[in-house]
């Protein structure tokens, strides 16, 4: 069976210093990978996408970018963090051309300080 | 590309009432409608899901209806329990399909 991991899950930041969150998925091949942020008791934003190694797809210009070194592995960077970066971090994979649901990593709630 | 809007924002319920969560899309060329409930603190999951072929489909006490020609679909939860209480999010794929855009949510609370 399939299954998603995220890390870490929580995480407290100075404003200005760098980020990493990594995401990986188990028992299957070439998922689709996103990140959405979701600010505190708001909806989900989509951030980044990726249907393949290499390819990213970037929804909204801002601080934050994302890479698929791997198949399975889809990280998600800041050089500099500011505040407004805050928020629950969550990865997600599905199979296809959209008409699949998602399923979602536990998250990382990320608090910039 | 895709928006999608999502009413109400919260709704408040005693258990056993129904609950009822509508959303609205703007591309008529979305095909894939699914619903995810998360609970405080933890992921979003999947809860139930719709193609555009179709136009109602119900799992035990929760089902989705989509209207093609109004562009809007909708959860409805039957015989409200406490558990129940949650965000409950919309979403269809953006253009081209492959990710999907979300409602902001609906908070649902079930009193006992």
């Known amino acids: 069976s399939q299954t998603i991991h995220q890390w870490p899950a929580t995480l407290v930041q100075p404003v200005g210093s760098p980020l990493s969150l990594e995401c990986t998925v188990e028992?299957?091949?070439?998922?689709?990978l996103y990140w959405y942020r979701q600010a505190a008791g708001r909806g989900l934003q989509l951030l980044f996408y990726?249907?393949?190694?290499?390819?990213i797809s970037s929804e909204v210009p801002q601080n934050l970018s994302a890479s698929r070194p791997q198949d399975r592995q889809f990280i998600l960077s800041s050089k500099k963090l500011l505040l407004s970066d805050s928020g629950f971090y969550l990865c997600?994979?599905?199979?296809?051309?959209?008409?699949?649901?998602?399923?979602f990593g536990s998250g990382t709630r990320l608090t910039v300080v | 590309g895709e928006n999608v809007e999502q009413h109400p924002s919260t709704l408040s319920v005693q258990e056993g009432d129904s609950a009822v969560i509508k959303c609205t899309y703007s591309?008529?060329?979305?095909?894939?409608f699914p619903w995810y409930k998360q609970e405080l603190g933890k992921r979003p999951q999947l809860i139930i899901d719709?193609?555009?072929?179709?136009g109602e489909k119900k799992d035990q006490r929760i089902a989705v209806t989509l209207n093609k020609t109004a562009k809007h679909f909708s959860l409805h939860i039957t015989e409200t329990q406490p558990e129940d209480s949650a965000v409950y999010f919309c979403?269809?794929?953006?253009?081209?399909?492959?990710?999907?855009?979300f409602g902001k949510g609906t908070t649902l609370s079930v009193s006992s």
């Open positions: 719709i193609r555009s072929n179709v």
């Open positions: 997600a994979w599905n199979k296809g051309q959209g008409g699949y649901g998602y399923t």
């Open positions: 990726s249907v393949g190694i290499g390819q």
């Open positions: 591309d008529s060329a979305s095909n894939y």
């Open positions: 028992g299957t091949s070439n998922p689709n």
């Open positions: 979403a269809a794929p953006a253009e081209a399909g492959t990710a999907l855009i």
